[in-house]
């Protein structure tokens, strides 16, 4: 019923900027938020940023807070995550997720459909 495809990831330099793409393919569904995650070799899968369905509401780690921008194109059913200034700490596999509803939130059990994730590395 749910199919999530993120594309954009890459190599980069310290400094640099990407942005992430995740189409959505969803049906029988109401409202849903979005979310992007990251994990690291030997590391917890963690939080990224969320944006509800209306846009209107959005939510980010403090560690890419002013750097990153959430952002989605319902029209086209695509998230979207432009990171700027990245550093060698934001190399990871980064994931986009569902969670079903319209509340927002930092907590991966909440997204119940996720995405096979796209590798990002920056380098220094």
């Known amino acids: 019923q749910v199919q999530l495809v993120e594309s954009g990831g890459g190599l980069v330099q310290a400094g640099g900027s990407l942005r992430l793409s995740c189409a959505a393919s969803?049906?029988?569904?109401?409202?849903?938020?979005m979310g992007w995650f990251r994990q690291s070799p030997g590391k917890e899968r963690e939080f990224v940023a969320t944006?509800?369905?209306?846009?209107?509401?959005?939510d980010y780690a403090d560690s890419v807070k002013g750097r990153f921008t959430i952002s989605k194109d319902n029209a086209k059913n695509t998230m979207y995550l432009q990171m700027n200034s990245l550093k060698p700490e934001d190399t990871a596999v980064y994931y986009c997720a569902i969670a079903p509803g319209s509340t927002w939130s930092r907590r991966s059990n909440d997204y119940h459909y996720w995405g096979q994730g796209t590798q990002v590395t920056v380098s220094s």
């Open positions: 969803v049906r029988t569904f109401g409202m849903y938020v």
């Open positions: 944006i509800t369905w209306s846009g209107t509401v959005t």
